[in-house]
């Protein structure tokens, strides 16, 4: 979605504040150079404090303050965090998951298809809507909050699931043969027997069934955006922020939403970037997960929510902020919004700080968020809308699950965004960009490289999409784990890699979890496997690393296959980033992309581009390090657009420690 300026703003609470001071907050908001807020997604119980009794009186304080102080505002559905008499109207309103019945208490704790949820959901959501539809500062609308089915897995949604079984297995003879059922005897002869999924061993039909809770997912967002679309106008959007699989931080693609499919009924996709800070910011996250939300529209998006001071150890060193904001808009995001402006006085994210401490009062944060707004409306028109064109990495929810069924052996649940991260970030470090594609396409000839993380489980149509991606041309980076299953995660029965045996030019037979077992490559090079490692044999390719063992020292650990009028480079094993990055490097290098030598920035310093509305290119130069660092410019002669000052095409320049410079040429 193109825009017409940056939004740079945060989250906004009236009802959380322990006393009135709306007007200086939305002053110091305009003086910082904000220009939007984000109101209302969690504040159901103070929307609707009774069954039926609306009082909108904070959003219309909300919306009239903010409009004098030239702030637009994007309105949250207040669906996902439920009020107590709701409860005590529906009880079952509470998700039973496969821990039990939830309890009040924490949001996203309901079912969002019990028929009492929808009917005041879709209630509140109306009364709301037809309260604001008037209102000129309202720029759009965001769905629910970082919605997932919430594992509800009750007595009626497992009947949904076995209705939609029924619709894609008529026949159950069928439906058994497919999950492999005859297994400890789990065949359902009737489906009048079917038992609760909650108690399978059977993996397949595990998968089976988070696909179903993903779809609940897609199916619920789209309800609630043809109910706003009904009141919206048309210069106002839809969105939704999406987030992602968490470790401790953003981590990668979310395992419990097709955000592919998801994002269909939304004008622009949203996104929440939450990730390390002080010595630990290495802009990775915000780089693969930014792809990813640039991948779901294949269009600019939106940062609905990032840490401003966040929680205790991301305090921002001086000169963090700005670089991560920054960060975002070389991504494409054409937003930065904070969660939250004011840090929260009680209750579970007291200590999950925003832009304001709980004094209130001016701090570091806001002096640099007020930097950041003033650079915004100076040069803002050169930022916005940045259009990008890269490789890409395929990205699949099925494989995702199908490695939290049958992980690697020490990444647990984060298997298949482990091994993602792994050749993510290996890019990101060489200052290769990379977009995202989701796995149901069908046509990669778009890209010059396609990289294949761990593609576990796939249909013969996606693997034949990708033999003729390599046939005609491509060039394929795939690696261990690859074409092993179907769609049920059944396993084939032919000789693996399946269907991509002679694009690969390999086949193997057995794997394992190595222990002290190092690979070395032909140039000398050598390094540690971990996780997981396959005895491949080279049929038509070429091996490039073996493993350095007394026992399995006979097998290729990494290949090369020349396939027709493409290449392709398989990484049979899990190994330390010291040896990926060379390999990647000179894979890449043999292939035509260029750019690539010893004197090529490398991590810290990052380098990202794209080109303006103004159809000008422009080059992002990041220090993500606590010392100074010089930089060649390697494009035309241009502008420094932060200091106004020319740049000749092969000048050093020095950023300073998290500093940045963004030229336009």
Partial sequence: ????????????????????????????????????????????????????????????????????????????TPTYAIPTWLVRKYPDILAV??????????????????????????????????????????????????????????????????????????????????????????????WADFPDVRGTINQSLAAEFQRFQRSLVTEFLSWQSDIIKEYKRDDQFITQNFDFDWTDHSYGYQPEVDQYDAARCMTVAGADIYHPSQDDLTGAEITVCGNIAR??????????????????????????????????????????????????????????????????????????????????????????????????????????????????????????????????????????????????????????????????AASDDLLGALDRYVAEGGHLIATFRTGFADEQLKIHHDVQPHLLGRCLGIHYDQFTYPKNVRIATTDGRSALTHDWMELVTCDTATPLAHYDHPFWGSYAAVTENAYQKGSALYLGAFFDDELLEPLLVSYLSRHGYEGLSEDTPQFPLIVKRGTNDFGKNLCYYFNYSGEPRTVIHTGNAGTDLLTDTPVAAGAVLTLAPWGLAVVES
């Fill in 1 to 76: 979605m193109r825009t017409d300026h940056l939004l740079f703003g945060a989250a906004y609470y009236l009802e959380y504040l322990p006393y009135n001071r709306l007007e200086t907050d939305m002053e110091m908001m305009e003086r910082a150079g904000m220009n939007t807020i984000r109101i209302a997604e969690s504040t159901w119980s103070t929307l609707e404090p009774s069954d039926g009794v609306f009082d909108f009186t904070c959003i219309d304080r909300m919306i009239q303050t903010a409009a004098k102080h030239h702030l637009s505002v994007i309105i949250g």
């Fill in 295 to 456: 991948s779901l529209k294949k269009d600019n998006y939106l940062i609905l929510e990032t840490e401003a001071q966040g929680l205790t150890p991301w305090l921002p060193y001086p000169g963090q902020l700005r670089l991560q904001a920054y960060s975002h808009l070389a991504n494409g995001s054409n937003s930065v919004m904070y969660w939250h402006w004011h840090s929260i006085h009680n209750a579970i994210e007291s200590y999950w700080k925003g832009v304001l401490s709980h004094d209130f009062s001016e701090n570091a944060t806001y002096r640099e968020a007020s930097e950041i707004g003033a650079e915004w409306k100076r040069i803002g028109t050169h930022l916005m809308n940045l259009k990008k064109e890269n490789r890409a990495i395929l990205l699949d929810n099925l494989s995702l699950a199908g490695l939290r069924q049958f992980p690697l052996e020490t990444t647990g649940d984060h298997s298949y965004n482990a091994v993602m991260r792994w050749l993510a970030d290996a890019l990101y470090r060489r200052n290769i960009e990379f977009d995202m594609v989701s796995s149901g396409e069908r046509d990669f000839s778009a890209y010059d490289f396609l990289v294949v993380p761990a593609l576990y």
């Fill in 97 to 190: 998951t496969a821990n039990g019945q939830e309890l009040y208490g924490h949001r996203q704790n309901m079912d969002i298809t019990h028929p009492g949820y929808r009917y005041h959901a879709e209630r509140i959501i109306r009364a709301m809507m037809e309260h604001l539809k008037d209102v000129p500062n309202i720029i759009g609308f965001q769905l629910d909050n970082e919605t997932k089915s919430y594992g509800t897995a009750g007595p009626r949604v497992q009947q949904m699931f076995v209705a939609s079984l029924k619709k894609k297995y008529p026949d159950i003879l069928d439906f058994n043969r497919e999950f492999g059922l005859d297994y400890w005897s789990n065949r359902v002869n009737d």
